[in-house]
């Protein structure tokens, strides 16, 4: 069954249960803000054959990582989600079943974090995409920012990098890895089609309480978010390569990882730029996978050391994800 | 120049200064909720071919049309706009004058209504669509639903209906309407062209507190609103065709318009059911095009009377727009 057999009407039927009650069926969604809270808001487009394709990814993971990219989002700026509105454009001859899939991959992820869709559009394209629009909250004084970092903050990372292309990888050629056990294996492939935003990290931070804080996720990669921070801060940062974590099943992959832990994408891990102090605690709460990367400087270059001899310019090496 | 040429960070550059200020650059945009309200987030996608296309719609249109038709989905739940988010997918090929003459369209839209741009995305697609979430506030204790039409409300339009059709009729066969004068050809161009929000009714409501209110916007056409406020308030209505107002501009065009007048649909004016007492003083202060053009009943089947003695069952007469 295709979606022209069952009309725009049919399509809306089947999508309602998928949405939180009460917050669709009128000309937009009513939502209630905390007092004391500001909104977040934050917009994603995926497109098919450019950000998923039917070879790597079902409906279902579609959704999941659609979803999960938004609330990343909202992770990033240290907010709660409040709810997401899908806009999605379909050729009439997508199957119905596909849809559903989606959703259900969209509902899934939403659940795990207590959030859910609160609106939306479907509409007649030749391609089909998915315009996300996540809504969050934050108390405004614990808004997490590019550009509040300071020089000899320590550069925390919630956790692995590379996994999401490493899984991708294996996504692609099957017949790669063939040193990996079966959970490596899946491991490094549910890290791409499963990621998880980091709002987890959020009631920690509330506890520590940081003096400064500084942030953004790094779905476009580990390199982007540093290059990104010090930017929009006016600061530089010194990395060092020995302490970057490489989770046991990329080091089985790969021995050397070193491109797609900086310049892999998609991990959507949070990096944060914090004084040292606070970061030790935070990394200690974190566990396996988060580490202090390195610090910012004064000087505005990014540089790649190697425990502390070596020294090499890091941004000229890496080209960051470009959308065109 | 195309898109192309300039890549993401190029076209992010010339893009920063139609949104804002303070708002882009970080994962999200944080924007502040005064107390008291309740946020309202409705979403539009418009695609290429589908929703507009070069022959009867300029870049700086499409802006201003996808800004205005979401501005009218808040003003429908009595919101006053907070901002938008774009999320727009481009072929790469795609003229970067385009793209700029598209975000002007869409902030000379939101300026008349004092907001702007907040956030967005880009990215590549093989078809240009715009993604619009338009961000709202309104106290929820005046918040306007569809369910909550009582029998016997006055059925009240904001303004006049089946201009913006006629205007598309006119940008799509530039020989007809050859009785048509100059300024009325223009009047009904515009009408498609450059669509106003009725963001202007929130105050003088504010100002009468009708007793009950339930309404939308008629978008998808005067006779699908009425439709979808009988369906969700489960009550009829008997709508005089005598008292639905006709513009002279379009009576110009068109002897019997009634099929664009209740199904041309874009014309983005209010559909309000309310007290009799309340909407004639609401009709007053409107002033032309405004009107009160029947009452809803018990009964829940929706009739075009004709003065008082035909009376056809008019749901049945008229297909809604479908999106697929």
Aim: with cysteine; hydrophobic share 40%; proline share 6%.
């Amino acid at each position: 069954m295709e979606i022209k057999d069952i009309a725009e009407a049919g399509l809306l039927q089947r999508l309602f249960p998928f949405c939180v009650a009460g917050t669709v069926g009128d000309d937009g969604a009513l939502l209630t803000i905390p007092p004391g809270q500001s909104l977040i808001v934050t917009t994603d487009v995926l497109v098919d054959g450019v950000h998923f394709s039917d070879r790597t990814t079902s409906a279902a993971d579609v959704g999941w990582r659609a979803a999960a990219a938004n609330l990343s989002d909202l992770a990033a700026m240290g907010a709660r989600p409040l709810g997401i509105t899908v806009g999605l454009s379909l050729p009439p001859t997508t199957k119905v079943a596909w849809v559903e899939e989606l959703y259900s991959g969209i509902k899934c992820c939403l659940q795990q974090y207590q959030t859910g869709i609160v609106g939306g559009d479907v509409c007649r394209s030749p391609v089909i995409s998915v315009a996300i629009t996540a809504l969050g909250t934050v108390d405004p004084a614990q808004a997490i920012r590019r550009d509040r970092a300071r020089p000899n903050s320590a550069i925390l990372v919630t956790g692995y990098h590379g996994k999401s292309r490493a899984g991708l990888e294996l996504l692609l050629h099957p017949e790669a890895g063939q040193g990996l056990s079966a959970i490596e294996r899946q491991d490094l492939i549910i890290s791409h089609q499963r990621p998880k935003p980091r709002l987890d990290v959020l009631p920690l931070l509330e506890q520590l309480q940081p003096a400064w804080i500084a942030g953004m996720d790094s779905s476009d990669g580990l390199l982007d978010a540093i290059t990104q921070i010090c930017g929009a801060s006016g600061v530089g940062a010194e990395i060092d390569r020995q302490l970057l974590p490489i989770s046991p099943s990329l080091q089985a992959y790969q021995l050397d990882p070193l491109d797609w832990i900086m310049a892999g994408g998609e991990d959507f891990e949070l990096v944060l730029c914090l004084p040292q102090n606070t970061a030790q605690m935070l990394m200690k709460q974190l566990g396996n996978g988060s580490a202090i990367v390195g610090y910012t400087t004064e000087a505005t270059e990014i540089w790649l050391t190697n425990g502390n001899d070596d020294k090499l310019p890091l941004a000229s090496n890496y080209q960051s994800f470009q959308h065109f």
